[in-house]
């Protein structure tokens, strides 16, 4: 994983990166418990297996820079709050499964562009970017997956 963002004081971001670990937690934990289910078709299953390990690096790399400055990451919640919070037991179907990720994925990337601007390290910001660009690739995929179209208006993420 190449980070071109290199974060000098983030001291003053901490808040904004664990509240980042706490969704790439919540991420994992998705695609972990989905692809486990026996709904996913084989290539569904190596694309949700692959964008869970996007979401590994991510998730590492945040947590490095927490666990550089002497503070203790923010630790995932259990499968059974996951399953409770992103309403898990609710999926039935591959297709199921797919909205859920494309909506989550939506999320993700609205919340990463929406933290830049209040990042004060510029090397912060630019992670930020980095994996911002991931997650809509991701939320790319999947809508087309799901037959969704492409955006008529710009500005979708934010």
């Known amino acids: 994983m190449a980070i071109t963002g290199k974060p000098h004081d983030i001291s003053k971001d901490l808040d904004i990166i664990q509240g980042a670990i706490a969704g790439e937690h919540a991420g994992i934990a998705a695609y972990r418990i989905a692809g ?21 690096g991510h998730r590492d790399a945040l947590a490095k820079l927490i666990s550089d400055v002497g503070a203790t990451p923010v630790a995932p919640k259990s499968d059974d709050d996951y399953v409770a919070d992103l309403k898990l037991a ?12 494309t ?12 933290q830049i ?14 994996i911002s660009a991931d997650e809509m690739i991701h939320w790319t995929t999947l809508n087309g997956a799901t037959g969704g179209s492409l955006p008529a208006e710009p500005f979708q993420f934010g």
């Open 36 to 56: 486990a289910s026996g709904l996913l078709a084989p290539d569904t299953l190596k694309v949700a297996l692959l964008f869970k390990s996007h979401h590994e």
């Open 117 to 130: 601007s209040t990042i004060r390290d510029p090397g912060l910001a630019q992670l930020f970017a980095q």
């Open 90 to 101: 609710a999926l039935k179907s591959q297709g199921d499964i797919l909205s859920l990720a």
């Open 103 to 114: 909506m989550l994925e939506h999320g993700a990337a609205s919340a990463y562009i929406s």
